[in-house]
């Protein structure tokens, strides 16, 4: 399964049984929805321009619900602390 493939992931707990981290997919879940909040409240009380940034990641998550693949969770992959141990 690559990175930013959900399509087969089960429904995640609290934390995966790897090391108490969370899952991509719990991990992508914090990210937009933290994003999408973010962007209402500086829309509101900032500058209304910021309301961009709620709907490009809504339709970042249109597009991770038609196909299948969800970008954030690939890039959330990538991170050091999403790798596994370092071989010895």
Excluded at 11 to 37: I, N, W
Excluded at 59 to 84: E, I, K, T, V
Aim: net charge positive; aromatic share 4%.
């Amino acid at each position: 399964m690559h990175a930013g493939d959900v399509r087969n992931e089960a429904p995640s707990v609290a934390c995966s049984a790897a090391g108490g981290r969370l899952s991509l997919l719990r991990q992508a879940q914090l990210v937009a929805g933290g994003l999408t909040l973010a962007g209402v409240l500086l829309g509101t009380f900032v500058a209304p321009g910021f309301h961009l940034l709620s709907g490009i990641v809504g339709l970042g998550l249109l597009h991770a619900g038609l196909s299948g693949r969800c970008g954030m969770a690939s890039l959330l992959g990538r991170l050091p602390f999403n790798r596994g141990a370092p071989a010895v």
